[in-house]
């Protein structure tokens, strides 16, 4: 028996608060503050909308969000924008669904004029299958910041031109 096709959803409401919580609790890659950044994220959108410059998917399941990106305009650039955040939640890890996430953001971004989307990941090695993650969705490595994080976990930065 297949299962049910993903769903995208773009408006962010507030349960979202606690699904992306949840999703980003489960990858087990996240300190406490991390998370709450990602919550911050969802909370400013619902405060300010669009004006937040935060813009979002869901991938969502039968009625249930499992996974989601976070993307917006960098200040003071022409056509850059940043990936914030993709996740996907543990269990269901590997379907492909975060290359999904990645295809309907960056279409999302090249249709609001982005020209060059930037991801930030950590060097720890725990983060090597994020990097490779990247990697496989033609994202190149552009530069690293040593001991950015703390020490020993410096900041890859990717960019990928679309």
């Given at each position: 028996m297949s299962q049910a096709p993903w769903s995208f959803r773009y408006e962010v409401t507030p349960a979202d608060r606690e699904a992306v919580r949840a999703i980003v609790e489960s990858t087990g890659f996240f300190n406490a503050g991390e998370v709450a950044v990602a919550v911050e994220l969802v909370d400013e959108r619902l405060a300010k909308g669009t004006a937040s410059g935060y813009y979002f998917v869901f991938a969502e399941r039968e009625g249930r969000t499992l996974g989601y990106?976070?993307?917006?305009?960098?200040?003071?650039t022409v056509a850059s924008f940043d990936l914030y955040w993709i996740a996907v939640d543990a269990s269901i890890q590997r379907e492909g669904l975060g290359k999904r996430l990645m295809a309907e953001s960056e279409r999302l971004i090249a249709e609001a004029g982005g020209s060059r989307i930037y991801v930030e990941t950590s060097t720890r090695d725990q983060y090597r299958p994020t990097r490779a993650f990247y990697e496989r969705c033609g994202y190149r490595l552009e530069a690293v910041i040593e001991h950015f994080y703390a020490p020993g976990d410096g900041k890859a930065i990717c960019v990928k031109v679309v």
């Open positions: 990106a976070s993307y917006g305009p960098i200040a003071g």
